[in-house]
């Protein structure tokens, strides 16, 4: 088992940025690819950006490339999404998620463990 706890939601003006974390705890979370995905009201869960487990790949949506970075810090157990440039749009709760791949997926059905999600509004 993979537990994940995200945090760092709020919210922010239009064009500003939130760092949202993800702490990781259970097996060895070195192992696992990460991915964070979110969830806006009335819509599908949508991928947002993934990284390896060696942090040395990573992949974005269309919709975030340029403005979003994530991170992994594995001695640390934790993964990292730095949102800039924040628009309306991005109003979401945030999840955190787990898979072992050894290609990143966007899929939901590619990870296994997933966190309870934070929630980030951006206003106009």
């Known amino acids: 088992q993979v537990q994940l706890v995200e945090s760092g939601g709020g919210l922010v003006q239009a064009g500003g940025s939130l760092r949202l974390s993800c702490a990781a705890s259970?097996?060895?979370?070195?192992?696992?690819?990460m991915g964070w995905f979110r969830q806006a009201p009335g819509k599908e869960r949508e991928f947002v950006t993934a990284i390896s487990r060696s942090g040395g790949s990573t992949y974005y949506a269309d919709s975030v490339l340029g403005r979003f970075t994530i991170s992994r810090d594995n001695a640390k157990n934790t993964v990292n999404l730095q949102m800039n440039s924040l628009k309306p749009e991005d109003t979401a709760t945030y999840y955190c998620?787990?898979?072992?791949?050894?290609?990143?997926?966007?899929?939901?059905?590619?990870?296994?463990?997933w966190g309870q999600g934070t929630s980030v509004t951006v206003s106009s």
């Open positions: 998620a787990a898979g072992l791949m050894a290609i990143l997926r966007p899929s939901p059905n590619a990870y296994a463990y």
């Open positions: 259970g097996r060895t979370v070195g192992n696992y690819a």
